[in-house]
């Protein structure tokens, strides 16, 4: 169960401070490839040959996995750090499912992910069984890229293993 | 106007060759650095000093950005390939606001996006002013990773300037 309920509170109502903004800039190259920037560093996309790219690059979708996988992590830490737990290992290993019928346009199906599930292998001391499920449960409740799935109605789980 | 839109059709009521699969596999590395694998790309996630990472890597928001990128670039080729029309040039500037305090559970707002901002300076051929809003529509409606931001309830736009 999530602890914080998603709520459509606007920016307007937090303070500036509160306000996170990121920014990417980006020039399609050739074929299917896009060459992105965001900050200092380069981020290629591109398709791979049966969606009709050159393989130079992961693909859009994976792009948004790779999210996932670095921002559950990096709640995982946050949060662990607020119970005094120490994380000593993390694995993630993520899946997606779509319709492409959707993207060609060729059924009136969604053109995003269907579901998405995250498998998620991790050692982690100072917390006993409770705790851990609290843990667990804020992780899910706080991470953005994991949020913002769920709140497209994709069906999103996350299951959880301590190593 | 969507000309598509989204449904919660399962991924049961598709085909087998509808349905295509994307995966990742992730491992933590230091602080707040995890190192994604995706077939045979590596992706690198990180977090600048002031949110408590080496800043080694674009952070996980930026990695969503860049596949919003990623797939509206395609979703232009692809569309402009069945319209019979020809990119020149493609260059996308994707900007996003999020409240921190519901990643970091001091209020009860939601965790991710808040806005979500792209603007697309576009050369093509081959579309009059009516194609190219029939184009403008189509990109909006079928483009995965915009239509998964759009579903989930983040003021989400697009603005087009053709060059």
Known sequence: MATIAPTRASAAEAGARDIARFATTARWDSRLRTDVTARQFAI???EPPELGGADTAPNPMELLLAGLDGCLSVVVHTIAGELGATVRALDLASEATLDTRGFLGTAPVRPYFQTVHTAIEIGIDGLDEAGFASFRDAVAARCPAGTLIAAAGVDFTI?????
Chains 1, 2 share one sequence.
């Open 159 to 163: 299951s959880w293993a301590r190593v």
């Open 44 to 46: 290629a996309v591109d």
